[in-house]
């Protein structure tokens, strides 16, 4: 077959994906991964096999699974959330080229800024801007220019990767430079865990969210100048309703 | 049940909903949504009534939808891609407030900017905004504003609805903003249909982009100063080989 498929595999559980996402792992006969994302499917499909490597071996884990496809097993390499955003199909489009006769097929998935904004409400009915504050694979100075340009333009902003154990203080530099042009009150959005066992929201202002604690298990949402809170979700209105 | 769930539908058939989308669907007694999608999925789920109002009727779809489940019925309001992207997920909780005993659900699903994604290559390995070139609900000052301000900052920009019959040359304005700060030569991509019968992709650069036809029915992405073709394919490096 030298087939790869890149999978997103959505929020958590089975129901979370695609049927093209379960119907492309079912035809697989190798599934590889980032381990923690192995053992999420791993129940689901457990007449597969399993090859998975650690966090930071992107490179490893792309060209094991261009491999097993070269070697003519039919292959999906798995990503929670889409695979397309800040996940390996990039990756494995940049190293196909090295595996010739392997064709690759990219299946979306459900991305924490839509499973996210979905369970604090609906922050995304206007414009928004998509962030991670990670500055492992990109310069400090370039987040910090897109969050200044994406609150001058009052874009809803969703923040990717807003903490680890070495970026402790990310989110609240983040908020800082937010602030310069959006108003304390600003109506912000944490969801956590989603569509996972400890799933979590909390709705709060932009002052708040400056000092709240995130870990790398969280989604941030911060709200553009009319965001609002309706029954105790975030909105932000389209304007159907003012036309 | 007085429930009603919010469904995005992901892209074209019955394989890009999430298996949690087709749950909600088939517990419904009542299926509300624009005539089009409503004629996507009547076919996968013969058994079910169907409600549908026109394009932009927005306010009564939601009433319909409302009412429906306020009188007992478990109901699901349907919009292709992602129910919280540019569609009715906001006003469903805006006014839910009126009809006392319902519940609502928004159910994710995969919106244009993963599915165009997934077909164009990898645009998305890096930060992106995601603007609407409508201008029947925004400014279209305030939508300059955040081409400028995206393009400055060097994101990867989706834009959807890049035209339609009264908005022929919106596409073509929106490319002259971004022209301002991007390389005519910048990797840009257009995904037609996707999930659909007649599903097509064309990659082009940013300086041909601004007198492509485009219709409803299509996607535009816009890369950043690093996107570029590899094996025809539109990709965003996200910078793993460079460590």
Redo the contacts between chains.
Sequence with gaps: MHKLYVV?L??GG???????A??AIEKSDVIVGYTVYIDLIRDLFPDKAYLSTPMRK??DRVRLALQTAAEGKTVAMVCSG??????M??????L??EYPGVTLE??????AV??G???L????????????LSDL??PWE??E??L???A????VICLYNPASHKRRDYLNRACELVLRYASPETVCGIARNIGREGEKTRILTLGELKDAEVDMFSTVFIGNSETRI??G?M???????Y?
Excluded: Q, W
């Design positions: 997103g959505g929020p089975a129901d979370g994906m695609t049927v093209r379960k119907d992107e490179v889409d695979a397309g955003v800040y996940g199909s990039g990756l494995c489009e940049e196909l080229g990219t299946v979306p998935g459900v991305s839509l499973s904004a979905a369970i409400g609906a922050p995304l009915m206007h414009d928004f801007a998509v962030i991670s694979l990109t370039k987040i220019k897109r200044l340009s994406a001058e333009a009052d874009f309706i029954n979700k909105v932000t209105p389209r304007g159907y309703l036309e």
